[in-house]
């Protein structure tokens, strides 16, 4: 989440199940929860998010069971098994130069709503090479003409683009740049280096997990 604060995507929330509150109207607009096997709640809000309104309650907190699950294929449950059965205290996460290429992707298509169409034919030489494989058979560029032609105002163009860069889109985006350029690393050093770019907190690298898990926690509550 804090790598896609600072990559600038607007829709950087949480989606844990156990900690979400919807309207029942809006819940029922949006047709209930669905039935997929595993990643329900992150489906659902993300058909949320656009829809404005959404904000994070920071002056509580849930604490949710500390079950284990063999009910479903991946998430949190499958997660808790598996750290449970694993002999390793090593655990490992998306490496933070993606976010650096993703910050960068996203600078340069909402910065596209006041360019003209001439000067399109050069964005791709400046988008990251991760970025531009990633893309190769999406035809973005006319999906980006598209959110153009539909907007009149910068708020409406960046409503449009995001719908198309969307939160399952970035999921896949991440997978691929780890397994294809940015091997996953450690959590302690990508955890660190998100403080310096988000917060401008340097930290030192021996500082034990439960400090960093506690500055984080700090920093979340003062957004």
Same mark, same amino acid.
């Given at each position: 989440v804090?790598?896609l604060r600072?990559?600038?995507?607007?829709?950087?929330f949480?989606?844990?199940?156990?900690?979400?509150?919807?309207p029942v109207?809006?819940?029922q607009?949006?047709?209930?929860?669905?039935?997929?096997?595993?990643?329900e709640?992150f489906?659902?809000?993300h058909?949320?998010f656009?829809?404005?309104?959404f904000?994070?309650?920071?002056?509580?907190?849930v604490?949710?069971?500390?079950r284990?699950?063999?009910?479903?294929?991946?998430?949190?449950?499958?997660?808790?098994?598996?750290?449970a059965?694993?002999?390793?205290?090593?655990f490992y996460?998306?490496?933070?130069?993606?976010?650096?290429? *993703?910050r960068?992707?996203i600078?340069?298509l909402? $910065?596209?709503?006041?360019? #003209?169409? +001439?000067?399109?034919?050069?964005i791709?030489?400046?988008?990251?090479?991760?970025?531009r494989?990633?893309?190769?058979?999406d035809?973005?560029i006319?999906?980006?003409?598209?959110?153009k032609?539909?907007?009149?105002?910068?708020?409406?163009?960046?409503?449009r683009?995001?719908?198309w860069?969307?939160?399952?889109?970035?999921?896949?985006f991440l997978?691929y740049?780890g397994?294809?350029?940015?091997?996953?690393?450690p959590?302690?050093?990508?955890a660190?280096?998100? *403080?310096?770019?988000?917060?401008?907190?340097?930290? $030192?690298?021996d500082?034990p #997990?439960? +400090?960093l898990l506690?500055?984080?926690?700090?920093?979340d509550r003062?957004?």
């Open positions: 804090h790598g600072f990559a600038g995507f607007p829709y950087a949480h989606t844990v199940g156990s900690c979400m509150a919807v109207n809006i819940y607009k949006q047709g209930g929860m669905n039935t997929k096997k595993a990643g709640d489906y659902f809000l058909k949320i656009p829809l404005a309104n904000h994070e309650i920071r002056n509580t907190r604490i949710p069971g500390s284990k699950s063999v009910r479903v294929p991946f998430g949190t449950g499958k997660a808790m098994t598996d750290w059965t694993n002999n390793t205290r090593i996460t998306y490496n933070h130069l993606i976010y650096k290429d *993703l960068n992707f600078q340069i909402t $910065s596209a709503f006041d360019s #003209d169409f +001439e000067t399109w034919a050069r791709p030489e400046k988008v990251p090479r991760v970025i494989t990633f893309m190769k058979d035809n973005w006319e999906k980006l003409r598209e959110c032609v539909q907007s009149r105002s910068q708020k409406t163009f960046n409503y683009l995001f719908n860069l969307n939160g399952l889109k970035i999921v896949k997978n740049a397994r294809e350029f940015y091997p996953d690393i959590i302690r050093p990508a660190i280096q998100m *403080l310096e770019w988000n917060f401008g907190r340097n930290v $030192s690298q500082t #997990d439960q +400090e506690e500055i984080y926690r700090k920093a003062l957004q």
